[in-house]
């Protein structure tokens, strides 16, 4: 049965300010908080305090005495829900240790595990939830060995790219594959549904070839993916009546963030938990949506009250953040959108500086660099809080392109969270892994890591070896030399050799490799050859070895992967076609774009590692001190900073897509990134790009002109 929601009458109004509140609530603001007993949108503007009302609100409801058990609170962000929680804390003065404060994942997860609902989905105890990088590798799993589906797929991304004009070699995009599955989840789109009719044809291979057996895959490892969350969660709702209600029952409150982000799931999952409670408070921006690559319709705010037909509009219009310049600048350009409701934004605050355009950058690399001087100058010479600035860009590889520069410059850094900084990206570390691996084959760390990246090598046999390489008092390295038979050489034969690999590098030469290159290679060799000693003494533990009990346990064709590996190794240290083959690999991963820039001002490849790892070391020290914040536009929402660099706004890039429905959201980005600052804003643009030894010209944003 569902429950019966009575208006509830005993409220308290708040008519001013609360004694420990920060800041003094507006007419509009105090109305949207006292307003109970129909569903509401505060429909507002920019920096009109949205996120402030919504916390208000709730920390409002805890003073009257309303248990958080009973308030379910959605926002967009963990690190919303950490300040939301914080706050209601600090207002309420009550502890919030229960309280249903999170993203619709977190949530999800939440409603899952409680009174171990996850057996409804066919999960066990302690399912894993798994990563983006860790779903993909599932993705890339199911292709393993699959020929056929592998053609298919391939076949596909030569019609794209056939379409795009592009006659670029197709490589398995496995990242669009992962986003195609989610996109069919987002839709609610189950697997046991016909295959509708309206899917493009990435999906609709997705949805026959893939989906039922990666579904089965994650079941089978007990793990989900971030959108399995809430699909599971929505499913149960569907399929148990007695859940559904249960969850209605105890959630008497419901309050949501960004509701003009919704895509198709969120708002289904969002409408049976609501069912027929009128106390919804929904916030959102229209001009704010810039998540339709994720599936957002906008549909939810564009049309509140035709899903609440009892709903209440209230408008938050006075914005508190930015300087009246900014703000001019900002109106001027969303301006140009035609699809919006339109709000008339204005502000009490003083005029400011006007917006700062740099446009004496003639290439991306000296864009970066220079905006990093500015900052670093500016860091030297002012007082500010380097907490407040920001660099916001449009791509997540933008943003990481400022990346060595902070290093190189010592600027207190942090990269976005919700994306890996370039060093920890799996495909980057891998490359770094096996490269230390090249020169430091017994160091277990990267032996282990480079072993589990082969075929049909998981984490069993890796025990067995780490168990046994433990036993037998050798490194893993030495363990799989034993038995496989592939040793390396000894030093007196090395030795012999070295005139025929001076005559190697000299061909190397010939075949115009980079300095890069030849760096790369000597660097390598060197340490390789300072490692005489310690080889030396590996080769005595070698003789010491028993590998009896190991071959037992390992079967052949596990034994031929490592066999393969060993002799890869010793082919890269002896033979230049395999080291071509290792340079064409890190050059795909684009380490080599990264090495390239690195090793010009580092020198050399030991203080290259050292670096690396120290900056990865470093990153955990120092979580607290403050730090300049460098993400994209996107992971900024609902964020401010005093001071905010918005680079590479040249055409391709800022806006990426000139068009349509498309072009309109791009204004929106970039109106979301111009209205993060208080302060002051810093657009900067570059006048060439190079790619291969062309280069071509680049006009600058249309957004500027917009803008003025
Ligand atoms: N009534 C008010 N008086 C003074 N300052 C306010 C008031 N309401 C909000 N603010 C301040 O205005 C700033 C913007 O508020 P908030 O972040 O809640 O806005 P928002 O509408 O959620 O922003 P965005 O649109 O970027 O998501 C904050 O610094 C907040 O403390």
Known sequence: MEPNFKRISHHKEIEQQEDNDKVKLNKEQLEAINHYNSPLLILAGVGTGKTQTLMSKYSHLLKQGISPQNILAI??????????????????????????VGTFHAQSARMLRRDKIFKLVGLKQDFKILEQSESRDYIVRLFRGQKNLKRLFLTYFQEALKEKKSYKKPTMNYSEIQMTLDNLKERCIEIEDDMPNNLTKLEQLVFMNIYEDYQKLLKKENSVD?????????????????ILVKNRQQFKYILVDEVQDLNTLQQQWLKLIVGENQNLTCVGDDDQMIYSFRGATGDFILNFEKHFPTAKIIKLEQNYRSTKNILMCANNLIRHNKNRKGKVLWTDKEMGTGINIIREFNTIDEEVIGICNQISKRIQTEEIDLNQIA??????????????????????????STKKPFLQKFEVKKAHQYLLYLVRPNEDENMIEVLLTLQKIGQITVDKLIEEAKNQNASIHSICEKLTGVIQVLDEEETSNQPQDQSKKKNKNKRGNSTTLENLEQEIRQEYDNNRSIRKSNQEILKKIDPTKIKKQINGGKI???????????????????EQMYHNFLKNTKFFDYLKLELSQVGNVEELHRRMIESLEKKKVEDNIP?????????????????????????GSVPIHRDGTELEEERRLAFVGITRAKNEVVISMHNEEQFNDRSWYKSKSQFLREMS
């Not at 300040?83 to 804390?89: D, H």
């Open 75 to 100: 926002t967009f962000t963990k690190k919303a829900a950490k300040e939301m929680k914080l706050r209601a804390q600090e207002l309420s003065g009550k502890p919030l240790d229960y309280s249903w």
């Open 226 to 242: 971030f959108r399995d969350l809430l699909f599971y969660m929505y499913q149960i709702f569907r399929k148990f009546p007695d």
């Open 391 to 416: 660099i916001l860009s449009r791509m997540n590889n933008q943003a990481r392109r400022f990346e060595n520069q902070l290093i190189l410059q010592d600027i207190p850094y942090q990269l976005s």
């Open 560 to 578: 031929k992967q490592l066999k393969q590996l060993l002799e890869k190794r010793l082919l890269f240290l002896q033979d230049y076609d395999e």
């Open 627 to 651: 730090k300049i914040k460098v993400m994209t536009i996107h992971a900024s929402k609902g964020l401010e900073f005093d001071i905010v660099y918005l680079p590479f706004w040249v055409q």
